[in-house]
Structure formats: C-alpha cells, structure tokens
C-alpha cells in the first residue's frame, strides 16, 4: 500500500523559513521521481518542484526559483521541500507526490501559511 506523509506545515511570517518532509513506503521509493505540489484556495493545484531518482536533477516553479530547495534521502525513503524567503503568496496547501507504473499518488497534504 502506497503511503506518502507530509510534514513541517505551519504558519511563518513573511521572508520566514519553513522545511517540509514526506515519508513515503510501499513502494520503490529509490526508483520514483518525487514531486511536490500547492493548491492555494480558489486555484488549480501546481508543480512546485520534482527531484529525479538519484537527486542530482531538479526542477522548480518559476516563482519558487532561489527560494526553494527538494532534496531527497533514499536511504530515509523521505522527500524534502526547504522553503526560504516565503511570500504571501506561498500560502497553500503542499502535496508529495509520485508516479509509480503511470498512477498518481499523493499524501494528505500540509498547510502552509505565510502571513503577518
């Protein structure tokens, strides 16, 4: 059973720092590309970044570009999001995500909440 569990959502005033986790099991985890994603209210949910099988490619979001950092532990089967400088318009709820044999999966989600 696929399970992904994010953490590390809270509420952080703005240019405050936040780290997100997620613990994947029952599956590969070493062979899956790993995403994570937003849904602000009112908005389609969007990429955020995704790290590819060994960690040394990435891809972000424009607007996250220098801001946020996915790095990924194999051996911890765990996804990391680091979340620096956060704007306003961070807020969102975060998803881990993975693709495994062409089916989505994804975890409950964490707020994010950057206000003053």
């Known amino acids: 059973q696929v399970q992904l569990v994010e953490s590390g959502g809270g509420y952080v ?12 099991s029952g599956f590969m985890f070493g062979y899956s590309v790993m995403s994570w994603y937003r849904q602000a209210p009112g908005k389609e949910r969007e990429l955020v970044a ?11 979001a424009d607007s996250v570009k220098g801001r ?9 089967n765990t996804v990391y999001l680091q979340m620096n400088s956060l704007k ?5 709820v975060y998803y881990c995500q993975a693709t495994i044999l062409s089916r989505d999966f994804w975890g409950q989600g964490t707020q994010v909440t950057v206000s003053s």
């Open 13 to 24: 005033q703005p240019g405050g720092s936040l780290r997100l986790s997620c613990v994947a």
């Open 50 to 60: 995704n790290i590819n099988t060994a960690g040394g490619m990435t891809n972000y």
């Open 68 to 76: 946020f950092t996915i790095s990924r532990v194999n051996a911890k």
């Open 88 to 92: 306003p318009e961070d807020t969102a």
